[in-house]
């Protein structure tokens, strides 16, 4: 299995980016966005359950953050909208066979890892 992220970048307080994740070889159920901010430890921003789409995000994106899986394509999508300097942080991209257990554990149950892509929000 093999997850690589993609569409982090540079952009202005109140802005938006894309993040996409290609899952290659992964057949589970749950997957999802994850970050690290610098002094920060891994949190969980955002899962989606790959057969029957329910979602989960963490209260600090809700409303502004939206996943997505595109099945055509193994990618999971991250719109990232009314961006945030709190929102600065290595984005990950992870899985798990179980979404429930996912959503459950966070960033403890996640057993596949990519190697992030870095978001800067300036305010």
């Known amino acids: 299995v093999q997850l690589v992220e993609s569409g982090g970048g540079l952009v202005q307080s109140g802005g938006s980016l894309r993040l996409s994740c290609t899952a290659s070889g992964f057949s589970g159920d749950g997957i999802g966005w994850f970050r690290q901010a610098p002094g920060k430890e891994r949190e969980g921003v955002a899962y989606i359950s790959i057969s029957t789409n329910m979602v989960h995000y963490a209260d600090s994106v809700q409303g502004r953050f939206t996943i997505s899986w595109d099945g055509a394509k193994d990618t999971v999508f991250l719109q990232m909208n009314n961006l945030q300097s709190e929102d600065t942080a290595l984005y990950y991209c992870?899985?798990?066979?179980?979404?429930?257990?996912?959503?459950?554990?966070?960033?403890?149950?996640?057993?596949?890892w990519g190697l992030g892509t870095s978001v800067t929000v300036s305010s």
């Open positions: 992870g899985a798990d066979p179980s979404f429930f257990r996912m959503a459950e554990g966070g960033v403890k149950r996640v057993g596949i």
